[in-house]
């Protein structure tokens, strides 16, 4: 059985810093592309920052570039996003996706729980 499992979410000031984990168990994560995205209430799910499954080639979206990094650990199975100058326009659902880009894995899809974060004064 897949899960992955988000952490690290709260409440946070503007300006302040966060960092959120995804641990995964039931996959073989080093062959998955590790995402991270967002949804913000009536707004549509959007691509936060994606890694490559060896952990090159970060990509983010133009709002949180300069601000956030994505990073990848395969020995624990877990992917972190650090958020720094943090925004109210940050806050949201933050969704951990794990997707199979490699031999047996082509086409499978996962997603965590979400975990909230709230930037607020």
């Known amino acids: 059985q897949v899960q992955l499992v988000e952490s690290g979410g709260g409440l946070v000031q503007p300006g302040g810093s966060l960092g959120l984990s995804c641990a995964a168990s039931?996959?073989?994560?080093?062959?998955?592309?590790m995402t991270w995205y967002r949804q913000a209430p009536g707004k549509e799910r959007e691509l936060v920052a994606r890694?490559?499954?060896?952990?090159?080639?970060?990509n983010y979206a133009d709002s949180v570039k300069d601000r956030f990094t994505i990073s990848r650990d395969n020995a624990e199975n877990t992917v972190y996003l650090q958020m720094n100058s943090l925004q109210p326009e940050d806050t949201a659902v933050y969704y951990c996706?794990?997707?199979?880009?490699?031999?047996?894995?082509?086409?499978?899809?996962?997603w965590g729980q979400g975990t909230q974060v709230t930037v607020s004064s």
């Open positions: 039931g996959l073989a994560f080093s062959l998955y592309v």
């Open positions: 890694i490559a499954s060896i952990g090159t080639s970060p």
């Open positions: 996706n794990a997707r199979g880009t490699i031999g047996t894995t082509r086409g499978r899809d996962y």
